[in-house]
């Protein structure tokens, strides 16, 4: 490319990849709202992103795909993905203390209130043990789940959850 402007001046500038494909920038579109959101994505998206909550999830994805059937669009080329809040231990009292410690340090930046109700919620996220965890994203992968987006809350001061994770939950998914 060769470019001459008013500030900058370029001659055979290679720019790979080409800004925009042939086939349009692949768009993920979030959100649960059932008649435009879900509309919308029936007719743009390539990635839509769910709650993993699995009658939610379910709910979803059934009417994602009722609004691909009324405008004549593929489901199947449409992938669902999910967030999921991963607190993995390697047993119920090594999960429960973990989930103490995420708790003990929102409190820090949340009210305790808000922070008991937040540990609370992750029952139906990634969160339990090597096993409890393959069993809920399995479960939620028998939904139409193709893409899991996982985050660990405990990462940033302990490894050793994300590590379990790596070491025993992808190769049981893989």
């Given at each position: 490319m060769t470019f001459t402007g008013e500030h900058y001046r370029v001659d055979g500038a290679i720019v790979a990849p080409k800004p925009l494909q042939a086939s349009g920038i692949p768009l993920w579109i979030a959100g649960g709202g059932e008649k435009v959101t879900l509309r919308i994505a029936a007719k743009y998206a390539q990635y839509t992103n769910f709650t993993p909550e699995p009658t939610a999830f379910a709910r979803k994805s059934e009417l994602l795909a009722q609004h691909c059937r009324e405008l004549g669009t593929d489901f199947d080329a449409i992938v669902r993905s999910s967030n999921f809040t991963a607190v993995v231990g390697t047993s119920d009292t090594d999960v429960k203390d973990r989930l103490q410690r995420v708790r003990d340090r929102l409190v820090g930046y949340?009210?305790?209130?808000?922070?008991?109700?937040?540990?609370?919620?992750?029952?139906?996220?990634?969160?339990?043990?090597?096993?409890?965890?393959?069993?809920?994203?399995?479960?939620?992968?028998?939904?139409?789940?193709?893409?899991?987006?996982?985050?660990?809350?405990?990462?940033a001061y302990d490894r050793s959850g994300i590590e379990l994770f790596e070491r025993e939950v992808i190769p049981a998914l893989s």
């Open positions: 949340v009210p305790e209130t808000l922070a008991d109700s937040m540990v609370a919620g992750l029952s139906d996220a990634a969160t339990g043990t090597p096993e409890q965890v393959i069993e809920q994203l399995a479960k939620t992968r028998g939904l139409g789940c193709d893409y899991a987006i996982c985050y660990f809350p405990e990462a």
